[in-house]
Protein backbone atom coordinates (compact mmCIF):
# COMPACT_ATOMS: atom_id res chain seq x y z
CA UNK A 1 0.00 0.00 0.00
CA UNK A 2 1.38 3.08 -1.26
CA UNK A 3 2.01 5.28 1.87
CA UNK A 4 -0.01 8.37 3.51
CA UNK A 5 0.10 11.13 5.96
CA UNK A 6 -2.57 9.08 8.18
CA UNK A 7 -1.24 5.66 7.18
CA UNK A 8 -1.85 3.36 9.96
CA UNK A 9 -0.22 0.59 8.44
CA UNK A 10 1.00 -1.89 10.82
CA UNK A 11 4.31 -3.37 10.93
CA UNK A 12 4.01 -6.56 13.58
CA UNK A 13 6.91 -8.61 14.92
CA UNK A 14 5.44 -11.49 16.64
CA UNK A 15 7.44 -14.75 17.14
CA UNK A 16 5.18 -18.33 15.88
CA UNK A 17 3.93 -19.83 18.79
CA UNK A 18 0.88 -22.29 18.73
CA UNK A 19 -1.96 -21.32 20.80
CA UNK A 20 -5.33 -23.45 22.19
CA UNK A 21 -8.56 -22.07 21.13
CA UNK A 22 -9.86 -19.10 23.76
CA UNK A 23 -12.64 -16.73 24.28
CA UNK A 24 -13.21 -14.14 22.02
CA UNK A 25 -11.45 -15.99 19.96
CA UNK A 26 -12.09 -15.78 15.88
CA UNK A 27 -13.54 -19.24 14.73
CA UNK A 28 -13.34 -18.50 10.92
CA UNK A 29 -11.60 -15.41 9.34
CA UNK A 30 -14.38 -12.97 7.22
CA UNK A 31 -13.69 -13.07 4.23
CA UNK A 32 -14.99 -10.49 2.40
CA UNK A 33 -15.68 -6.55 3.45
CA UNK A 34 -19.05 -5.76 4.98
CA UNK A 35 -21.21 -3.08 6.13
CA UNK A 36 -20.65 -1.38 10.21
CA UNK A 37 -23.08 1.07 11.25
CA UNK A 38 -22.22 3.69 13.50
CA UNK A 39 -23.89 2.86 17.02
CA UNK A 40 -22.03 5.76 18.79
CA UNK A 41 -19.31 8.15 18.33
CA UNK A 42 -17.03 8.80 21.95
CA UNK A 43 -14.80 11.93 21.76
CA UNK A 44 -11.56 10.51 23.38
CA UNK A 45 -9.45 13.77 22.66
CA UNK A 46 -9.65 16.98 20.50
CA UNK A 47 -8.48 14.98 17.99
CA UNK A 48 -9.66 11.37 18.37
CA UNK A 49 -12.66 9.45 18.62
CA UNK A 50 -13.34 5.73 19.65
CA UNK A 51 -16.28 4.59 16.52
CA UNK A 52 -18.73 2.23 18.30
CA UNK A 53 -19.69 -0.35 15.38
CA UNK A 54 -21.91 -2.57 14.99
CA UNK A 55 -21.05 -5.57 12.61
CA UNK A 56 -23.04 -7.58 9.92
CA UNK A 57 -21.13 -10.43 10.63
CA UNK A 58 -18.67 -11.68 13.23
CA UNK A 59 -16.50 -14.62 13.86
CA UNK A 60 -15.15 -13.04 16.74
CA UNK A 61 -11.33 -11.11 17.53
CA UNK A 62 -9.08 -11.32 20.02
CA UNK A 63 -7.53 -8.65 22.13
CA UNK A 64 -5.00 -6.45 20.14
CA UNK A 65 -6.31 -7.39 16.49
CA UNK A 66 -7.30 -4.33 14.13
CA UNK A 67 -9.98 -3.82 11.15
CA UNK A 68 -9.61 -2.57 7.96
CA UNK A 69 -11.46 0.53 6.81
CA UNK A 70 -12.62 1.42 3.33
CA UNK A 71 -13.96 4.76 2.47
CA UNK A 72 -14.58 6.50 -0.71
CA UNK A 73 -12.17 9.49 -1.06
CA UNK A 74 -13.09 12.59 -2.83
CA UNK A 75 -10.66 12.81 -5.86
CA UNK A 76 -9.44 9.39 -5.79
CA UNK A 77 -10.69 7.00 -8.34
CA UNK A 78 -10.50 3.61 -6.01
CA UNK A 79 -11.23 3.17 -2.33
CA UNK A 80 -9.27 3.92 0.35
CA UNK A 81 -8.11 1.84 2.76
CA UNK A 82 -6.72 2.04 6.95
CA UNK A 83 -6.42 -0.25 9.57
CA UNK A 84 -7.24 1.01 13.08
CA UNK A 85 -7.01 -1.01 16.46
CA UNK A 86 -10.16 -2.55 18.25
CA UNK A 87 -9.77 -1.05 21.46
CA UNK A 88 -12.89 -2.89 23.17
CA UNK A 89 -13.07 -6.19 24.55
CA UNK A 90 -13.81 -9.31 22.73
CA UNK A 91 -15.76 -10.65 25.57
CA UNK A 92 -18.87 -10.69 26.14
CA UNK A 93 -20.13 -9.33 22.86
CA UNK A 94 -17.52 -9.53 19.65
CA UNK A 95 -20.35 -8.16 17.10
CA UNK A 96 -19.79 -4.96 18.53
CA UNK A 97 -16.08 -3.39 18.27
CA UNK A 98 -14.47 0.13 19.49
CA UNK A 99 -11.97 0.99 16.98
CA UNK A 100 -9.81 4.12 17.88
CA UNK A 101 -8.93 7.16 15.50
CA UNK A 102 -6.82 10.27 15.84
CA UNK A 103 -7.18 12.54 12.84
CA UNK A 104 -3.72 13.26 11.23
CA UNK A 105 -3.68 16.69 9.35
CA UNK A 106 -3.34 16.13 5.58
CA UNK A 107 -4.61 12.53 5.95
CA UNK A 108 -7.04 10.69 3.48
CA UNK A 109 -9.50 8.91 5.74
CA UNK A 110 -8.91 9.94 9.61
CA UNK A 111 -10.15 13.45 9.10
CA UNK A 112 -13.43 11.90 7.47
CA UNK A 113 -13.95 9.06 10.33
CA UNK A 114 -13.26 12.19 13.01
CA UNK A 115 -15.17 15.00 11.91
CA UNK A 116 -17.81 13.68 9.07
CA UNK A 117 -19.85 10.69 10.38
CA UNK A 118 -23.07 10.28 12.22
CA UNK A 119 -24.94 7.89 14.16
CA UNK A 120 -26.52 5.64 12.07
CA UNK A 121 -23.90 5.81 9.12
CA UNK A 122 -22.53 2.87 7.25
CA UNK A 123 -19.02 2.11 6.21
CA UNK A 124 -17.24 -0.64 5.42
CA UNK A 125 -14.63 -2.77 7.29
CA UNK A 126 -12.96 -6.31 6.73
CA UNK A 127 -11.03 -8.23 9.98
CA UNK A 128 -10.18 -9.09 12.36
CA UNK A 129 -6.43 -9.08 11.71
CA UNK A 130 -3.02 -9.33 13.12
CA UNK A 131 -0.97 -11.42 15.24
CA UNK A 132 -0.67 -8.80 18.56
CA UNK A 133 -2.71 -10.57 20.87
CA UNK A 134 -3.48 -11.43 24.42
CA UNK A 135 -5.02 -14.33 25.77
CA UNK A 136 -6.01 -15.87 29.12
CA UNK A 137 -4.09 -18.79 27.96
CA UNK A 138 -0.80 -16.55 27.22
CA UNK A 139 -0.48 -15.72 31.31
CA UNK A 140 1.36 -13.32 32.28
CA UNK A 141 2.58 -11.10 34.22
CA UNK A 142 2.09 -8.69 31.55
CA UNK A 143 3.78 -5.54 30.20
CA UNK A 144 2.01 -2.97 28.01
CA UNK A 145 4.15 -0.38 26.61
CA UNK A 146 2.17 2.30 24.22
CA UNK A 147 2.44 5.47 22.79
CA UNK A 148 -0.27 7.97 21.28
CA UNK A 149 -2.55 5.70 19.68
CA UNK A 150 -0.93 2.90 20.45
CA UNK A 151 -2.86 2.63 23.36
CA UNK A 152 -5.80 1.28 21.73
CA UNK A 153 -5.07 -2.60 21.16
CA UNK A 154 -3.02 -2.38 24.49
CA UNK A 155 -6.74 -1.03 26.13
CA UNK A 156 -8.84 -3.88 24.36
CA UNK A 157 -5.95 -6.65 26.10
CA UNK A 158 -6.80 -4.66 29.49
CA UNK A 159 -10.55 -4.84 28.91
CA UNK A 160 -10.12 -8.27 28.12
CA UNK A 161 -8.34 -9.19 31.46
CA UNK A 162 -11.24 -7.19 32.94
CA UNK A 163 -14.56 -8.34 31.28
CA UNK A 164 -13.10 -12.38 31.47
CA UNK A 165 -12.79 -11.85 35.51
CA UNK A 166 -9.13 -12.51 35.01
CA UNK A 167 -6.31 -12.22 37.34
CA UNK A 168 -3.10 -11.50 35.69
CA UNK A 169 -0.73 -9.11 36.77
CA UNK A 170 -1.15 -6.13 34.28
CA UNK A 171 1.24 -2.92 34.04
CA UNK A 172 0.25 -0.31 31.43
CA UNK A 173 3.26 2.42 30.63
CA UNK A 174 1.32 5.33 28.31
CA UNK A 175 2.53 8.24 26.63
CA UNK A 176 0.67 11.53 25.61
CA UNK A 177 0.90 14.97 24.97
CA UNK A 178 -1.12 15.84 27.88
CA UNK A 179 -4.05 14.69 29.75
CA UNK A 180 -6.61 15.97 27.47
CA UNK A 181 -4.78 13.76 24.24
CA UNK A 182 -4.41 10.93 26.88
CA UNK A 183 -7.20 7.73 24.96
CA UNK A 184 -8.96 6.06 27.78
CA UNK A 185 -7.78 8.64 31.05
CA UNK A 186 -11.24 8.43 32.94
CA UNK A 187 -11.23 4.58 31.59
CA UNK A 188 -8.05 3.20 32.80
CA UNK A 189 -8.48 5.23 36.21
CA UNK A 190 -11.39 3.70 36.82
CA UNK A 191 -10.37 -0.13 35.94
CA UNK A 192 -7.56 0.30 38.29
CA UNK A 193 -9.02 1.47 40.86
CA UNK A 194 -11.61 -1.47 40.63
CA UNK A 195 -8.76 -4.56 39.67
CA UNK A 196 -5.53 -4.23 41.87
CA UNK A 197 -3.95 -6.81 39.14
CA UNK A 198 -3.79 -3.64 36.98
CA UNK A 199 -1.54 -0.43 37.02
CA UNK A 200 -1.28 2.19 35.32
CA UNK A 201 1.76 4.73 34.67
CA UNK A 202 0.96 8.29 32.49
CA UNK A 203 3.65 10.08 30.75
CA UNK A 204 2.98 13.67 29.54
CA UNK A 205 5.33 14.84 26.97
CA UNK A 206 4.39 18.73 26.50
CA UNK A 207 2.34 19.37 30.17
CA UNK A 208 5.48 19.51 32.56
CA UNK A 209 3.43 20.47 35.15
CA UNK A 210 0.32 17.96 35.30
CA UNK A 211 0.54 16.06 38.53
CA UNK A 212 -2.15 13.13 36.93
CA UNK A 213 1.36 11.84 34.85
CA UNK A 214 4.01 10.46 37.06
CA UNK A 215 6.33 11.32 34.83
CA UNK A 216 6.42 14.44 31.93
CA UNK A 217 8.86 13.43 29.36
CA UNK A 218 8.87 10.68 26.12
CA UNK A 219 9.37 6.66 27.81
CA UNK A 220 12.81 6.30 28.39
CA UNK A 221 14.86 3.77 29.48
CA UNK A 222 14.57 4.67 33.38
CA UNK A 223 10.72 4.03 32.58
CA UNK A 224 10.70 0.87 31.49
CA UNK A 225 13.92 -0.25 34.38
CA UNK A 226 11.02 1.17 37.02
CA UNK A 227 8.43 -1.25 35.36
CA UNK A 228 10.56 -4.39 35.22
CA UNK A 229 11.93 -4.03 38.49
CA UNK A 230 9.60 -5.84 40.99
CA UNK A 231 8.15 -8.11 38.43
CA UNK A 232 9.54 -9.45 34.87
CA UNK A 233 6.82 -9.87 32.69
CA UNK A 234 6.19 -13.09 30.93
CA UNK A 235 4.69 -11.31 27.80
CA UNK A 236 5.25 -7.58 26.72
CA UNK A 237 3.13 -5.66 24.32
CA UNK A 238 4.23 -2.54 23.25
CA UNK A 239 2.63 -0.06 20.48
CA UNK A 240 3.39 3.03 18.98
CA UNK A 241 6.52 4.69 16.56
CA UNK A 242 8.72 2.56 15.50
CA UNK A 243 11.90 4.85 16.96
CA UNK A 244 9.79 4.30 20.58
CA UNK A 245 9.20 0.53 19.87
CA UNK A 246 12.48 -0.48 18.82
CA UNK A 247 14.09 1.88 21.91
CA UNK A 248 11.84 -0.56 24.68
CA UNK A 249 12.90 -3.50 22.90
CA UNK A 250 16.23 -2.82 23.01
CA UNK A 251 16.04 -1.44 26.68
CA UNK A 252 13.85 -4.67 27.53
CA UNK A 253 16.48 -7.32 26.35
CA UNK A 254 19.41 -5.17 28.18
CA UNK A 255 17.45 -6.13 31.67
CA UNK A 256 17.10 -9.40 30.74
CA UNK A 257 13.90 -9.68 29.23
CA UNK A 258 13.24 -12.39 26.76
CA UNK A 259 12.94 -11.27 23.30
CA UNK A 260 11.21 -13.87 22.30
CA UNK A 261 8.00 -13.23 24.83
CA UNK A 262 8.07 -9.48 23.11
CA UNK A 263 5.33 -8.65 20.45
CA UNK A 264 5.44 -5.37 18.72
CA UNK A 265 3.13 -3.01 16.53
CA UNK A 266 4.51 -0.03 14.92
CA UNK A 267 2.21 2.36 13.56
CA UNK A 268 3.91 4.19 10.93
Known amino acids: MEPSPDSDDRAIDAPPAS ?8 TRPPSRWQHAEVLAIITEAPDAVTLRLGLEDSAGF ?4 YYNVRMTVPGRVTPIQR ?3 VGSSPVPNSSIIDIGVREVPGGLISPLLVGTLAVGDRIEVRGPVGRFTWTADDGGPVLLVGAGSGVV ?3 SIIRY ?6 DVPIRLVCSS ?3 AHAFYHGDLSELAQR ?5 VTHTFTRDPHDDRATHHRRIDQVMVADAVANQSPERTYICG ?3 MVESVQEWLAELGVDPGSIRTEKYD
Open 161 to 166: AAASNL
Open 241 to 243: PPR
Open 153 to 155: PLM
Open 83 to 85: AYS
Open 62 to 65: LAGQ
Open 195 to 199: HPWLE
Open 177 to 179: SGF
Open 19 to 26: RRAARGAP
